[in-house]
């Protein structure tokens, strides 16, 4: 017998090398011992894995065989439910995927691994994904399925020679030699048989972390046996022993070609398949969490309903509307999306569509299109650049700037727009109602008066903030009006008064009010809480709980409120509370939620605790002398600047929150500062380096009158001139410190922290202060610093900072194998997976208590490693912010939990600070005093607002079950892996395990099929999925398959208008296909059956009620947002009539102002008076009907009246008319457009188009399905 050394083995081989005789014959022949490691447990699968062993039976060597397999969502919740073991599901998985050969082959493969069964020379195991615990897990949650395609050959002498490739398990493949590999040996290339070695070792001993390996189920092995044959195989099938010369390979049957056709026509429809709404979320890179799952997933079922998603920081607002955009845009619901966020978070949020959802999103700049490499992306011949693209994603700033917005507006219709940080379009002034004054972009989404706004150009509408509300109730309302919220709703003194009344103690209550809100929403489309309803139903009994439920439409509401006892009183106040416009509208989930779900075993991953420590550092002399000079300097000219011109002063307040930092911060702004007044700079006050993020997102420009912002450079210069001495001053006093208090503090700390724990991220708002700390921490720790900033990542070489990717950065801190200590700035830290580290240092404490709050949610996130997250706050001492902070409520200053609550409360801490540090020293510390005790009095009455966000949105923490995706990843690989088409394009990736190269147009793509290797290397790899755009052009490159309109195995029944919508059905059971797995089980298995007339309409009338099934939720959602809208503008004109009677009455009563046939009457009468005024009032009057409010010399709105002067009134009143005809007007266009889409039929767009699929000569004759 030969050993291995002695054969002349090649180091790869393809299809066209005859592998089975020039490689697994002679090798064989030289071996005892064969380990190979195949696909997918099959027939087909051991065909191919036996190879040439029947040279090892001769040789009497052993076997041992590794494959793969997959549970279902429900086979693994059996399991874990007590229902059935692991060993009989996999049975029955295994046995589903073995069918008897047909093909010669096949058979004859098999006949020899029964001989090597029956002998005992062959072992077989199975491998399955697990947790991290050790259960298995289902194919749609695993991160990967079992691919290798590797053997190891083992001679007498201890020889060994290893192969990896891709091996192709079809049985057309295994005919005609389709198989690409390359081969490694045990005396020239040891690593990588070595490595093969290993990993088989551990996969077969069950120690690789991750996957289980478990014996095969003896049924399989009974099966197997029944084909033994009663003598051992010699020689290998079709080969003779004598022949030596390869035989050129065929191509694949005609059946095969077909079979593969249908597949891939299959997975080009995947995206438009019914059931197909999990596909987005189960083919990217984002391990979804269950409250994730629940928003996403509602956002795509009720689409085009609009949404605010305000989750606490850290829980993933984000990822739920990244999950939505996908699902939306790969099925075609959303075709045209607009994406507008901060400029300061633009390319992180480009970096995360492609990393973590495969979106590739062109980046949009004001002049160019650029994607995530900065490399410029063509744009199409159009005039509008937002018509250039069908997704375009770009920065709020650039939208809302008056020379862009009417641009942007005059674009072709949206179908989703998205918007982040959504807190930022908010009114102007909240104390003066009369003045409705909306800021750029709260202007820009809701129109200018009277003409349509973005919110009126799209039909989907994404509201993203943690913070809704920072100031004022109305701040929510107004997003809640963007997203549809109207009728009586729409009123914002409706909307208040709602949430005080149910403050109130029970009498106090105007029920009648609150009943009437409660059937306006009912009325407009709300829907009852689920959960609620039952606990109720449980707690009352159903006869209680009747009353309760008719209470907004019952005529005898007033005397059943009466009745009620105090536990009915209590369900009551809590239905009020469940069920306004936030239910409807609003996504709120926080940490108390997941430890909800944590309890009841949804969530198994940690939720940390929160440990943080305040340190005051003390200033020396020097540097508190410098400070305070500073200071001064600061608060003086603010005034002076204030004084001038009003806004002008915003600019100190910078430099003062740049003084908080560092020295190093302030001594950069004031050198900028001095080249810019004498004139050494272009004109440019204020520059990006000297704001923070939140100066950026507040845009600067709006803060001063539109004349400042193009006010000549030389003007402002003339009127900074006096500060040039000041400043000269300081920059010598700063440049002569010596070393840094608080630098001092923070090396101490690294020292301490880093012997507990392996790394830390320390956050400060400037790059300025990154810089200087950066070099500062590299003379101690070299390379084991990085930073990542708005400028990208950058680590330490050795000699120089260099650029490096987000990759690297990512890699190598959550690693902790190079990077120790990471510097951050906030508006670059999205998407770093900060959860593995357990230590963050505020090197100074932003003003505002909220942006501390989502630093620290970069690392208190689902995942933490560590139980406790360590915070560090630093401040210098006898500062203003230490005073303030010193002073606070220790649920605000400590940061032990998430104050999302306290939103309102928090946003005054910002102005206390600002106010403070711009105050005279003899005022400063009765300010301080007085401001933040009021502050500490709200906290400590736990009633921070009448309207509390967390109080009236109750998510629900029930989690339904979901039905599996059409296709997985390791569908997907295995079929494009293993196809005729394809299969031999890939070859293994040279450095990446479990990547590919794949050959794709003369040019080989590094591509993956793992979302973890993806999100290991995404500058690296392609992650082939739908929506990449790869993975569409390789199945477009598959001809469709040949059908028929008259038998067939199935039927393919496809509409194109209004979207694509694809079904499959078996045209012998008349049953819908809903996946992969599915269709391959029945073509090529199953009977041609006819396709009558009959059945024909029968399969048409199936589809075409489906059609309408999926059609009516996005019909009805349009129906009811103009429905509403119709109330709004009904409750609108409603309200305009009541401000006409009392302008009337005010006129009447005092200013003595009569006119003929006027009577002052404080009755419903007083209405129908304004009917003498003549249009439009008749037609507004008809509209409302005798829904109006009765008259009250006490109303509020009248007794403001009483204040205008009998001209102002007068005006008041022709305005009031103009509205209320526009509102007609808008109303009857309004209703023209709802009766037709009334008309409108799903299914009448256009026609339906159907076919008939089989792979004929395999498919048994005809039948007929009715027998």
């Given at each position: ?792 990542g950058e680590r330490w070489n050795g000699t120089a900072w260099v650029e490096t990717t987000k990759e690297h950065i990512k890699n190598a801190f959550r690693e902790k194998r190079e990077i120790k200590i990471l510097l951050c700035t906030e508006s670059a830290s999205e998407g770093l997976n900060l959860q593995t580290c357990g230590v963050l240092i505020n090197y100074e404490m932003p003003w505002n208590p909220m942006r501390v709050e989502q630093r620290i949610g970069r690392i208190d996130r689902i995942g933490q490693v560590y139980d406790r997250v360590w915070i560090r706050n630093y401040f210098y001492d006898r500062t203003v912010e230490a005073m303030v902070y010193q002073r606070l409520d220790d649920r605000i200053a400590s940061f032990e939990s998430v104050v999302g609550e306290l939103q309102p409360i928090l946003s005054q801490v910002a102005q206390v600070i600002e106010a403070a540090a711009m105050a005279s020293s003899e005022e400063r510390s009765e300010l301080i005093a007085r401001k933040v005790e009021e502050i500490n009095c709200r906290v400590r009455s736990q009633e921070p607002s009448a ?128 996946s992969l797995t599915k269709l391959m089980s029945i073509i090529g298995n199953s009977v041609l059956t006819e396709l009558t007339d009959e059945r024909k309409e029968r399969l048409a009338d199936t589809f075409r009620s489906l059609v309408q099934s999926l059609c009516a939720q996005e019909k009805q959602t349009e129906q009811t947002r103009h429905k509403t809208r119709l109330a709004s503008l009904t409750e609108e004109i409603r309200q305009l009539l009541r401000e006409a009677v009392y302008v009337e009455l005010v006129l009447a009563v005092y200013h003595g102002i009569i006119n003929e046939g006027f009577v002052p009457n404080f009755s419903e009468k007083a209405y129908q008076q304004l009917k003498r005024r003549g249009i439009p009032f008749p037609g507004a009057l008809s509209v409302v009907g005798t829904d109006l409010p009765r008259p009250r010399p006490d109303d509020p709105l009248y007794l403001r009246l009483q204040e205008f002067s009998k001209e102002a009134l007068q005006r008041r009143f022709k305005g009031i008319s103009s509205r209320i005809t526009r509102r007609l007007h808008q109303l009857r ?39």
């Amino acid at each position: 017998m030969p050993t291995l050394r002695e054969l002349s083995l090649k180091i790869a081989y393809g299809p066209h090398d005859d592998p089975l005789r020039n490689f697994f014959i002679p090798a064989l022949a030289a071996s005892i011992r064969y380990d190979r490691a195949a696909g997918f447990f099959s027939s087909t699968m051991l065909a191919v894995a036996a190879a040439g062993v029947s040279q090892l039976i001769r040789n009497g060597g052993k076997m041992r065989l590794l494959c793969g397999a997959d549970l279902s969502e429900e086979d693994v919740e059996a399991i874990r439910a007590g229902h059935a073991t692991l060993e009989k599901r996999l049975e029955q998985r295994l046995m589903d995927r073995w069918s008897l050969p047909e093909s010669e082959y096949v058979h004859n493969r098999l006949q020899a691994l029964a001989w090597l069964v029956g002998t005992g020379q062959l072992e077989i195991k199975v491998v399955l994904p697990t947790d991290k615990h050790g259960r298995p897990l289902p194919a749609s949650r695993a991160e990967g399925y079992y691919h290798p395609k590797e053997g190891l050959f083992t001679d007498a002498a201890g020889n060994q020679v290893g192969f990896s490739g891709s091996i192709n398990e079809t049985a057309t493949a295994l005919e005609e030699n389709y198989e690409s590999f390359v081969v490694f040996n045990s005396w020239e290339t040891a690593a990588y048989v070595n490595n093969i070695r290993v990993k088989f070792e551990k996969l077969w001993q069950g120690k690789e972390q991750g996957w289980v390996a478990l014996p095969v189920p003896e049924a399989v092995r009974q099966h197997l046996l029944k084909l033994r044959p009663s003598s051992a195989p010699t020689h290998e099938f079709g080969v003779e022993p004598q022949e030596t010369s390869p035989k050129k390979p065929a191509g694949p049957s005609r059946d095969a070609e077909q079979r593969e056709r249908i597949i891939f026509q299959f997975l080009r429809d995947v995206p438009h398949l019914p059931n197909a709404t999990r596909l987005g979320r189960a083919t990217c890179t984002v391990r979804v969490w269950p409250h994730q799952r629940r928003v996403a997933d509602t956002i795509v079922q009720r689409f085009p309903e609009r949404f605010l998603l305000c989750d606490e920081v850290g829980l993933g607002k984000t990822i739920e509307a990244g999950l939505a955009l996908r699902q939306l845009i790969i099925s075609g619901k959303a075709r045209r999306v607009l994406i507008l966020v901060p400029k300061s978070v633009l390319f992180q949020w480009q970096q995360e569509l492609y990393e973590k959802f495969c979106l590739r999103v062109p980046r949009y700049d004001g002049r160019t299109f650029f994607d995530a490499s900065g490399r410029e992306w063509p744009r199409s011949g159009v005039d509008n650049p937002w018509n250039a693209h069908p997704v375009i994603l770009a920065s709020s700033h650039l939208a809302k700037r008056r020379d862009r917005q009417q641009e942007l507006l005059d674009a072709e219709d949206w179908d989703l727009v998205v918007i982040d940080e959504a807190h930022h379009a908010r009114r102007k002034d909240f104390q003066n109602r009369e003045q409705f004054r909306p800021n750029r972009l709260l202007e820009l989404l809701r129109g200018p008066e009277d003409r349509p706004g973005l919110g009126d150009k799209t039909r989907g509408l994404l509201l993203l903030t943690a913070t809704p509300m920072q100031i004022h109730p109305l701040e929510v309302f107004d997003l809640l009006k963007l997203l549809g919220m109207g009728g009586r709703w729409g009123v914002e003194d409706n909307f208040l008064r709602y949430f005080e009344e149910l403050r109130r103690p029970w009498d106090e209550i105007d029920w009648p009010f609150v009943l009437s809100m409660l059937a306006d929403y009912f009325g407009t489309g709300g829907e009852w809480d689920p959960q609620f309803c039952r606990a109720a139903e449980e707690q009352l009994g159903p006869v209680t709980w009747d009353q309760l439920r008719r209470l907004p439409q019952s005529p005898n509401a007033a005397a059943i409120i009466r009745q009620l006892d105090a536990k009915a009183q209590g369900a009551l106040r809590e239905l009020a509370a469940r069920h306004t416009p936030l239910r409807r509208y609003v996504f709120r989930n926080t940490r108390p939620l997941l430890r909800e779900y944590h309890r009841r075993g949804w969530l198994q991953d940690r939720i940390p605790f929160r440990e943080p420590k305040s340190e005051w550092i003390e200033m020396r002399p020097d540097e508190w002398a410098l400070y305070q000079r500073i200071e001064e300097y600061i608060r003086d000219h603010y005034k002076k600047y204030e004084a001038e011109r009003k806004g002008l002063g915003f600019l100190m307040t910078v430099y003062r929150r740049r003084l908080t930092s560092s020295f190093y911060a302030i001594q950069r702004s004031l050198e900028r500062r001095l080249a810019f007044l004498k004139g050494e700079t272009p004109a440019a006050w204020l520059t990006e380096e000297d704001l923070d993020q939140e100066d950026l997102e507040e845009d600067v420009s709006e803060l001063l009158p539109a004349e400042e912002e193009h006010k000549a450079a030389s003007e402002i210069r003339a009127l900074f001139q006096g500060e040039i001495e000041y400043i000269e001053s300081f920059l010598a006093h700063l440049q002569a410190l010596g070393t840094d208090s608080k630098f001092e503090q923070l090396a101490k700390d690294l020292r301490h922290i880093l012997q507990h724990r392996d790394s830390v991220i320390i956050f400060t708002q400037y790059t300025d202060t990154m810089d200087y700390l950066r070099e500062k921490l590299r003379q101690v720790y070299g390379g084991q610093v990085a930073c990542y900033s708005g400028r990208g990542g950058e680590r330490w070489n050795g000699t120089a900072w260099v650029e490096t990717t987000k990759e690297h950065i990512k890699n190598a801190f959550r690693e902790k194998r190079e990077i120790k200590i990471l510097l951050c700035t906030e508006s670059a830290s999205e998407g770093l997976n900060l959860q593995t580290c357990g230590v963050l240092i505020n090197y100074e404490m932003p003003w505002n208590p909220m942006r501390v709050e989502q630093r620290i949610g970069r690392i208190d996130r689902i995942g933490q490693v560590y139980d406790r997250v360590w915070i560090r706050n630093y401040f210098y001492d006898r500062t203003v912010e230490a005073m303030v902070y010193q002073r606070l409520d220790d649920r605000i200053a400590s940061f032990e939990s998430v104050v999302g609550e306290l939103q309102p409360i928090l946003s005054q801490v910002a102005q206390v600070i600002e106010a403070a540090a711009m105050a005279s020293s003899e005022e400063r510390s009765e300010l301080i005093a007085r401001k933040v005790e009021e502050i500490n009095c709200r906290v400590r009455s736990q009633e921070p607002s009448a309207f509390d966000l967390d109080k009236y949105v109750v998510e629900q923490t029930d989690l339904e079950a979901e039905e599996p995706p059409p296709v997985t990843l390791p569908e997907l690989e295995r079929t494009l892996v293993e196809s005729t088409a394809f299969g031999r394009r890939f070859r293994p990736h040279p450095t990446i395990e479990g990547a590919y190269q794949f050959d794709w147009h003369g040019s080989w793509q590094d591509i993956t099929f793992h979302p973890d290797l993806f999100d290991t290397y995404p500058n690296t790899l392609r992650l082939m999925t739908y929506g990449s755009g790869l993975l569409e052009d390789v199945l477009a490159a598959v001809d469709p398959p040949d059908g028929s309109m008259l038998c067939g195995e199935i039927v393919r029944y496809s509409l194109e208008s209004p979207r694509q919508i694809v079904c499959y059905y078996s045209l012998q059971d008349g049953q819908i296909i809903p996946s992969l797995t599915k269709l391959m089980s029945i073509i090529g298995n199953s009977v041609l059956t006819e396709l009558t007339d009959e059945r024909k309409e029968r399969l048409a009338d199936t589809f075409r009620s489906l059609v309408q099934s999926l059609c009516a939720q996005e019909k009805q959602t349009e129906q009811t947002r103009h429905k509403t809208r119709l109330a709004s503008l009904t409750e609108e004109i409603r309200q305009l009539l009541r401000e006409a009677v009392y302008v009337e009455l005010v006129l009447a009563v005092y200013h003595g102002i009569i006119n003929e046939g006027f009577v002052p009457n404080f009755s419903e009468k007083a209405y129908q008076q304004l009917k003498r005024r003549g249009i439009p009032f008749p037609g507004a009057l008809s509209v409302v009907g005798t829904d109006l409010p009765r008259p009250r010399p006490d109303d509020p709105l009248y007794l403001r009246l009483q204040e205008f002067s009998k001209e102002a009134l007068q005006r008041r009143f022709k305005g009031i008319s103009s509205r209320i005809t526009r509102r007609l007007h808008q109303l009857r266009s309004l209703q023209g457009q709802l009766a037709a889409m009334t008309k409108t039929n799903a299914t009448a767009a256009s026609p339906l188009a159907f076919v008939c699929l089989a792979t004929p000569t395999s498919a048994k004759s005809p039948t007929s399905m009715d027998q």
